[in-house]
């Protein structure tokens, strides 16, 4: 397939789940908006669509679209800010 995720996005192919098997980059368009889950190189796990990915999303939770507590919430950044003054 010439326009997979695969073929036109080789770089995203390292951050596909496993969890969307037996489903790859190479069966999916990379404009299509099935969500599917990813695993970035932070090591986070969250689900969105193949074609958010290829316009560039990135990790939800590094990005701080979604806070998690303890991770990256105000009052762990803030703690953590405070220990490095």
Request: charged content about 20%.
């Given at each position: 397939?010439?326009?997979?995720?695969?073929?036109?996005?080789?770089?995203?192919?390292?951050?596909?789940?496993?969890?969307?098997?037996?489903?790859?980059?190479?069966?999916i368009?990379?404009?299509?908006n099935?969500?599917?889950?990813?695993?970035?190189t932070?090591?986070?796990?969250?689900?969105?669509?193949v074609k958010a990915?290829?316009?560039?999303?990135?990790c939800?939770?590094?990005?701080?679209?979604?806070?998690?507590?303890?991770?990256?919430?105000?009052a762990?950044?803030?703690?953590?800010?405070?220990?490095?003054?």
């Amino acid at each position: 397939m010439n326009n997979s995720l695969a073929e036109v996005h080789p770089e995203l192919i390292t951050e596909w789940s496993e969890k969307n098997l037996p489903l790859t980059p190479d069966d999916i368009t990379f404009g299509s908006n099935k969500k599917v889950w990813w695993k970035g190189t932070c090591g986070h796990e969250w689900q969105t669509s193949v074609k958010a990915r290829s316009n560039g999303e990135k990790c939800p939770i590094c990005s701080g679209a979604r806070v998690i507590a303890g991770i990256n919430d105000l009052a762990t950044l803030e703690s953590s800010f405070n220990t490095n003054l």
